[in-house]
Every structure is written in C-alpha cells, then in structure tokens.
C-alpha cells in the first residue's frame, strides 16, 4: 500500500548516543532526533498526568557466545532511545483504537482490566503493613498506584512495591469488546505497530485499508467468531512469552552450572509455603530456597503478607529481603536453580 524511502537506520545505540550528546550522525538527522525525543516527553508526560503506569523493573539480558553458550547475564538497559519508540507507537495504537471505535470496525482491542476486587484489597493490606496505602475505594484507579509509585520511588522498598503491584494486575489479553486499558490509563488501545509479527495488528490493518483506503463499508462479522479469535491470539501470545521466558531460564541455569558451590547475594523475589525465590544481584538469576534447607526452625506461610515465619525464633523471611545465598544445585530439564541460606543481610 505505501513505499517507505529509509534514509538513515539507526540502531538503538546510535541514536542514545545522539540524544546524550556523545554523537553525531549530521546536522539534520541529530535536529530530528532531538525534536522526536522532545515531542515523545510531552507524550509520556501526558500520559503520566491521566495515570499510566511505569512499573521500570529490571530484566536480564544473556550474553551468549558464537557456539550459543552463555557468558553473563546483565540487566537489560532501558534507554531513552527505547522509551521514544515506545512513545510513539503507543500513540499510534491509541489514536487508530479510537478511529476504530467511531467507525465500529471489527477489530481486535487490547484491554487491561483494574484488578479484582480481593487481588486489591490483599495489596491494600500488604502495603499498610510497609506504611503505604491506598485509597479505600471498590475499584481502584491507574492514578491511584501511580500515586503509590511516585511515592516510593526513592525508598528502600521501591523494588519490593512495584513487584507486588504488579503481581496484583491482571493481564492484558485481546478481546473484540473494548473495556480501556488500566495500565495505560487509555480509554481505546489496540495493537497496530507490528502487523508482521502479530496477528491483532494484521487484522486491524487489513480492516482499516478496507475502510479508509478502499471506502467500503465495515464488514459485518460474527461477534462470536471474533471473539474466538481473539481467545485463540491472547492463548498463543502467552504460549510464545511463556517460550520465551523458559529458553532465558534455560541459559540462566546453564551459566549457573559454572557456579556451584558459589555464594552471592540477592533478594528475595517471591515467597510460598514450600519456600522462598531469591534474584541474584550480579545476575539476575532466580532460584529457590526451600523450607527443608531451613532447619533451624519449623516456618509457616502468610499468604497475604508474602511472609514465612519460624514457630519458636520469630525469624521473618518476606519479599524483599537481601540475603546471601550459596548456589547448591541446577536442573536443566527442570530449568531450576536450588540455593541454600548462607545469612540475612541488613535491611
């Protein structure tokens, strides 16, 4: 439908380089650059005025070798190069969600449900136990945890608030209805950006040249066939992250293989019944400390507090907690770490 003239490919390196004054490209490419990244703040800072939410916790990165062995694993690096694309093609989806919308074209929305009513009450209650709160109301609203985060930006238990408010949301997923998006604090947003990787974006292009491009009517479809497909993409959506996630797993157990025996610190990322996660500082490796390393005491779990706690001592292990671990076994067919507690380090 359209030719695209490429002047200039930048890579993400290239253009932070720009941005920060350590580079040039050329007069008119560096003028570009600065005016993008000066229209993509006032787009972020409008979006943070309406309540979205930028949770920013890190994620690793494997560093692999040409024979696909891993050599580090480093957090992945957010520049403000990455945030100008984010930007803008959040814009983009959000201005064709809501043209969709008016025309009632039959695409696919992408929504974010508010968390349910218990998963908020439960944060609610953890977050009074750290001095934080929320405000009582039936349904929360984006502005309410940005709030929350703008407050505890610069404490101690940042990493430790944004972890659990993020496990409170529910997921986003496809759906033919448009209900907003609470993440984003959008009213219309769908998926528009990349229609050579993802279906919703394909279809939604597909409708959008029939209608503004061709100028026939919006095609009538079974609600019901389209609902089914936008079960079956938010299925294979997970289906392809959950794929994702297990091959870094697999290179992360891979890489600790090496480390046997070795002790490092870290925190504690998730706690359960049978034990507690612990994400290495230096590399961003989970792994698991179970209850029956710990045998100093008998700990019992208090699910709406993220805590184990010993019978007779009164030790508390809670998300958060900085501790050193030493790495006592892998499990590649698993793509599991064990450690076992060296010590508690101070708060």
Partial sequence: KTVV?????????????????????GPEVDDALWLLDDLARKIRERRMERGALD?????????????????????????????????????????????????????????????????????????????????????LRPAD????????KDKP??????????????????????????GLASQAYLHFTSPIRRYPDLLTHREIARTLIHGDPPRKRDADELQGVAEHTSAREQAATQAERDSVALKKVEFMERHLGEEFEGRISGVQAFGFFVTLDDFFVDGLVHVNSMDDDYYRFLE???????????????????????????????????????????R
């Fill in 5 to 25: 003239n490429c002047r200039h490919g930048l890579s993400y390196d290239q253009a932070q380089e720009v941005l920060d004054g350590d580079g040039s490209i």
């Fill in 55 to 139: 949770l920013d916790l890190p994620e690793a990165k494997v560093v692999l070798d040409d024979e696909g062995e891993p050599q580090d694993i480093l957090r992945k690096e957010r520049m403000e190069a990455h945030r100008l694309v984010e930007d803008y093609m959040i814009l983009a989806n959000e201005a064709v969600a809501r043209e969709c919308e008016r025309r009632e074209l039959p695409v696919l929305y992408r929504v974010h449900e508010p968390p349910e009513r218990e998963r908020a009450d439960e944060l609610r209650e953890f977050l009074q136990s750290l001095g934080h709160r929320l405000p009582p109301r039936k349904k």
């Fill in 304 to 346: 709406g507090s993220y805590v184990l706690v010993g019978d007779r001592k009164k030790r508390r292990f809670q998300l958060g907690d900085a501790v050193e671990v030493q790495v006592t076994r892998v499990d590649k067919e698993a793509r599991q770490v064990d450690f076992t507690l060296v010590r508690t380090l101070p």
């Fill in 145 to 152: 945890i940005q709030t929350l985060l703008y407050a505890v």
């Fill in 157 to 182: 238990d940042h990493h430790l608030v944004s972890t659990v408010v993020l496990r409170s949301l529910q997921r986003a997923h496809y759906d033919r209805r448009n209900s907003g998006h609470f």
